[in-house]
């Protein structure tokens, strides 16, 4: 009969075949048209991204320099950064249909970052980016 440290370490084992694919994404790894650069940087071929095709698309960049990272399409040819930290207390925020939205408090922001509404009280903070057109660099 399995012990209950064998179910334990099979239902890590399973969960953690599961969740690996989602740990690279997450990481900017797996994603075509995203690289991750040795200095920390992520390099976002735009027109390889689906998501980022329309105005109000997104696409997680999972952490860049030890921060959580989105980008989001603002305009017809402009792009934002953001990190994903609540102003408020540093939880990260999640998106919630054209907003983020913190988990822990309350907190509301537009998709561009700028403050809604709770204990925040300021927008999200832009993350340095900048681009050439065809690629936007974050970090």
């Known amino acids: 009969m399995p012990t209950r440290r064998d179910f334990l370490k099979t239902v890590c084992g399973v969960s953690a075949l599961a969740i690996g694919p989602v740990l690279l994404a ?5 994603a075509d048209g995203i690289v ?12 390889k991204i689906p998501a980022l095709s329309k105005v109000g698309g997104v696409v997680n960049l ?3 320099k ?3 990272v989105a980008i989001v399409r603002t305009g017809p040819t ?10 408020h207390q540093g939880v990260k925020v999640a998106q919630a249909g054209t907003q983020w939205k913190c988990p822990a408090h309350g907190s509301q922001f537009n998709l561009d ?10 927008a999200l903070n ?3 980016s900048t681009s050439n057109g065809k690629v936007l660099t974050v970090g």
């Open 36 to 47: 991750r650069k040795p200095n920390g940087q992520v390099a976002v071929t735009l027109a």
């Open 113 to 122: 970052g700028s403050f809604i509404a709770g204990p925040a009280g300021r």
């Open 26 to 30: 997450d990481n900017a790894m797996a």
């Open 62 to 64: 999972g952490t860049v």
């Open 78 to 87: 402009t792009y934002r950064a953001l990190n994903l930290s609540c102003t």
């Open 126 to 128: 832009a993350v340095k």
């Open 66 to 68: 030890g921060s959580p």
